[in-house]
């Protein structure tokens, strides 16, 4: 196995299982989340561990009970090439709407280092809109809105 299709299933497992110190040790300090969407309450790039760890990830889980979720329960890693992954995942469960979300997300990772530098996800964006976030969800603004003209397509 090599070292990208390590790190890619550790990332996925500590989803699953909730344990943010083994996501948290898996992404770079300038880690660069890209969601590329034009709008809404999760759209366009946010930068930095911090930045996910404190912003996008609680946003996502206070969404959700725990005990009725599992983000990340399937996944499978379609591609790798040079220090990238292109993998797939599935969530099982219910959201605090009591809606089902079992949304499907598309990855691609960038990997230097052992450490995930850049995660591209696109997901079901009215399944979100719908099951996850309420109606007094806030958007979570990001760092620079989606363009591709804002992509460094070099790292």
């Known amino acids: 196995m090599s070292v990208y299709q390590k790190v890619t299933e550790d990332f996925y497992n500590g989803i699953a299982a909730g344990d943010i110190e083994v996501v948290e040790a898996l992404i770079d300090d300038d880690f660069e989340l890209i969601v590329p969407m034009s709008s809404g309450v999760l759209s366009g790039i946010y930068k930095g561990k911090k930045r996910f760890l404190e912003g996008v990830i609680p946003l996502v889980f206070s969404c959700v009970d725990p005990e009725q979720m599992i983000f ?55 399944l979100a809109n719908d099951a996850l976030w309420m109606e007094n969800t806030e958007d979570l603004r990001p760092d620079i809105p989606f363009s591709l003209d804002e992509m460094d397509f070099n790292t």
């Open 72 to 126: 990340c329960k399937n996944f499978k890693i379609i591609s790798t090439f040079d220090n990238m992954v292109i993998a797939m995942a599935q969530n099982d469960g219910i959201a605090l709407s009591g809606k089902p979300y079992n949304q499907t997300y598309f990855h691609i990772m960038t990997i230097v280092s052992g450490k995930i530098t850049r995660m591209i996800e696109s997901f079901d964006s009215a």
